[in-house]
């Protein structure tokens, strides 16, 4: 099937040369014979740069799914696949020394690295092949055109295969918050406490896990209140949005009339963070929550220490058990309830790129459309089926042509779709759940939570979306994020201690300016409109 030879002979097309490829040149890397493009049953076969996991196959074409699909599409891949540890370094090395591959998969591209790629001519735009030879892939974009919109560059050309994966869709997302807050239901039976429903009775609560043992074994040994001091699932902001608009990892917010609003600058957001200030000052906040990481946060998790904590899933952390429940949204000082909505999305732009040594375009294309078909989306997503020498993550319902989870038996699930995924480029939409697939049971569980407890209060109707900036935008934007977003983080952190964000908040918000807020919002507030008009 595969030869040594065509592995060698990737087709060498300088465009950026550097330096470093006349290093990578006289060591020996690459051939300068001819181009091998036929394996020798006749198939086409397409040189691919690619990255895995470690628990992975080595040769990609070992996986089930690949081999179907070589059978399939007639077309042999030949790759050249790294670790994912070293993948970005050797991806840079390749392409710096003109040796492309035909294609990038799982290229781990952002869109800085797109843009730049395409004006070095490093990858070519693909809207024509999409157009012309991908039914697949055209057929989601003309149905979904948000798709086609996030990821079409500002100058009008499409550079990259996206992978999308939805899991719910608006507010019901499985994204829309990502910190979900867990309280423990055990202690507030043990004490024979209410749920609470405002953020004063929270304090209330978390005063009596400290001074009422609930517990039960004659020592303070409870945490009121532990999170993980830094933007994501494990950050308490979650109780941001009981005081005003609230607070997201990216600190940015849409209002109902399309403004775009930077968090850390709005009154809502002082007051919440003076509410943290008291709950600082009673001392219900675990200490080692300003520099704790993921193994600390857990382990005092896994021992039941937490009153109310954050994360993406307690079976993460405490466990699937009754002990810890979803704290539902409280009212602040208004009486008002809202749930603040992330702007995450399943959504990749850069997740493969064909370079401009490609000389097999067409065929290229054909075999990527194939991975937009929705059973085949599935499987490179999570895993397959009918696999004889090792556990599968699906069983295939011939007749309904549908995909059914199979019980994991213990294994943990991320594990064996990294043995058995191939990821990449792919689109599954939630109107796939229940027809070309099951939902995995733990997003179904975490949809529903979704639903019943944090939708009926989501007031934003608006999310930032996937803007494609230009370069000059975002060359502007990391510059003013690099000092705006760790001056926001730190002040926060010395106001949630010291209490004086009342007295410093003017000096404060002149400071924001001189970082460059009012030019980020600018930038930000221009990517919006143009995405939304
Ligand atoms: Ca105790």
Redesign the pocket.
Known sequence: MRTTQTKKHWSKKAVVFSALAAVLALSGCGGGDEQVNESPDGKVTLNFLTQSSPLAPADPNDKLINKRLEEQTGIHINWKNYTSDVFIEKRNLAVASGDLPDAIFDAGYGDYDLLKLAKDGVIIPVEDLIDQHMPNFKKILDENPEYRNMLTAPDGHIYSFPWIEELGSGKEAIQSVDNFPWINVEWLDNLGLEMPTTTEELKEVLIAFKTQ??????????IPLSFINKPGGEDLTFLFASFGLGENWDHTVVTNDGKVVFTAAEEGYKEAVSFIHELYKEDLIDIEAFQQDWNTYLAKGKDHRYGLYFTWDKANITGMNDSYELLPPLAGPSGEVNVTRTNGIGFDRGRMVITSSNEKLEETAKWVDQLYDPLQSVQNNWGTYGDDTQQNIFELDEEKGMLKHLPLEGTAPVELRQKTSIAGPLTILDEYFGKYTTMPDDAAWRLQLMKDVMVPHMKAENTYPKVFFSIEELDSLSTIEADLFPYLERMRTEWYQNGKVEQEWDEYLKELDRLGLQEWLSIKQAGYDRFTQ
Do not use: L, W, Y
């Open positions: 043992d609930p517990n039960g074994n004659g020592q303070a040994d409870e």
